[in-house]
């Protein structure tokens, strides 16, 4: 055993997703030169502190001339994990990071985050060439490696914590990275893309229509073939991935988000029926497949009645605790000081409100926090604000949402939550901050 990338595009928000029309995309296809390019504001915190994005040139093999931007927080930590951070159509490395919110979590969490960036003209990855779709077989693919071995080789970052994410043309990256580099990725997270493959052609084009339009279906078998074909000689573990796409995608069609499933569940040899279903959002169905929990080997999403468009800030919490890494990588969250936990709320028939409001207080600053409770039995949260909730029912973690992560001395955050009940409507009477049991209050 060897131990060893068309589309639209992204849509992000600091609070509330908003989008500005930047260019249209007539590289490929006719079909394409009809669809516009929307490109995200600037995310909440990506901006702040002492670290900025850097260009870096000379840094290894890279037949099809991508530029690299690399991320390092001020407070990076000792063998970083690497997140690799693949933009859309039409983007670029420094939209990408100026548009998500991965620079602000890497300023939280002490991880370091890679944007590649495109240089050809229809700025799309490739994700078709037979060069892109085999391990070192050059392009795109090549080059993204070239970035994260530099990485690990200049800030001695943890090789089994480099992870890749991708919008779009980045999703099908991130589907031919974990591919074509099993040794080197452990998990990935796409957003709108396509199986590993799907998009291949022989002629030159970037532009697979039957693909885009959700009309080629393998079976599981079929479509694992392909993911090993891409590196025969490799027998060691397979990495873990998560699936994004909206139902009302007409850029890439929601049936590709089937065919991916059956890809990474035969990838990783686990079966077709979910292990766990739930709603950690409204209109969002999460299946995981292999296991129940947040690093399951293949948990997919899918949300009811959106588009292409579909990335929103806040998204990037669920892909780290995905991931691994939403507790800082191996590392839980600080200890805090005494904490005090206020919580109001509102119960019908069959559903309840909860606001729940944090206090710190301690002398020191809470940079990044974690709470945690139990809902009563029967109670299951189905949408949340300020905070993630995972799991949806028995004990939760609320995860802070990145601009809500930092409590003061005698400074509050409220969070809150709806779920389901089946009689039962009581808030939960104990909860902890960063695993220090908190006065109720």
Not at 48 to 63: D, H, Y
Not at 426 to 434: E, G, H, I, R
Request: hydrophobic share 35%; aromatic share 8%; proline share 7%.
């Amino acid at each position: 055993m060897r131990p060893t990338a068309a589309d639209n595009t992204l849509k992000s928000a600091r609070k509330k997703p908003r989008s500005v029309l930047v260019a249209l995309f007539g590289a490929l296809v006719p079909l394409l030169a009809a669809l516009t390019l929307l490109a995200p504001p600037a995310a909440a915190g990506a901006e702040a502190g002492a670290a900025t994005l850097t260009e870096v040139t000379g840094f290894g093999t890279n037949p099809s001339n991508l530029q690299m931007y690399v991320y390092v927080p001020a407070a990076v930590t000792a063998h970083p994990a690497v997140v690799v951070a693949v933009h859309y159509c039409g983007g670029s490395g420094p939209a990408m990071y100026s548009g998500t919110e991965y620079a602000s979590l890497a300023d939280q969490l002490g991880f370091i985050v890679v944007y590649p960036s495109v240089t050809r003209a229809s700025k799309c990855f490739d994700v078709s060439s037979p060069q892109a779709l085999h391990r070192d077989g050059g392009s795109d693919p090549v080059g993204i490696k070239s970035m994260v071995d530099w990485v690990k080789s200049t800030y001695s970052a943890d090789p089994s914590r480099v992870f890749a994410l991708g919008i779009s043309s980045g999703a099908m990256m991130t589907n031919v990275l974990l591919g074509d580099y099993p040794d080197v990725f452990a998990a990935g997270a796409a957003f709108a893309g396509v199986p590993f493959g799907c998009f291949a052609t022989t002629d030159g084009s970037e532009w697979n229509i039957a693909c885009a339009n959700g009309t080629v279906t393998h079976t599981p078998q079929e479509w694992g073939d392909l993911v090993r074909g891409a590196d025969p000689g490799y027998t060691g573990p397979r990495p873990r991935m998560q699936l994004w796409h909206g139902t009302a995608d007409d850029t890439l069609r929601y049936p590709n988000f089937g065919e991916e499933i059956k890809q990474w569940t035969n990838v990783q040899g686990v079966g077709q029926t979910p292990a766990a279903t739930d709603s950690p959002a409204t209109g969002w169905t999460r299946t995981r497949y292999g296991a129940t929990g947040d690093q399951a080997p293949v948990e997919a999403i899918s949300l009811q009645g959106v588009t292409h468009n579909l990335y929103t800030y806040g998204m990037g919490t669920r892909v780290l605790t995905f991931f691994g890494l939403s507790g800082g990588g191996t590392t839980p969250p600080p200890s805090t000081g005494p904490c005090k936990v206020t919580v109001t709320t509102s119960a019908w028939n069959t559903g309840l409100t909860a606001s729940v409001t944090i206090t710190n207080t301690g002398t020191g600053t809470v940079n990044g926090w974690q709470l945690g409770f139990t809902l009563p039995a029967g109670q299951t949260i189905t949408n949340g604000w300020g905070a993630t909730y995972t799991p949806a029912s028995g004990t939760v973690t609320a995860t802070d949402a990145s601009y809500d992560g930092t409590i003061a001395p005698n400074a509050s955050v409220t969070v809150g939550y709806q779920a389901n009940h089946t009689g039962n409507s009581a808030a939960p009477t104990a909860y902890t901050l960063n695993g220090t049991a908190c006065t109720v209050g």
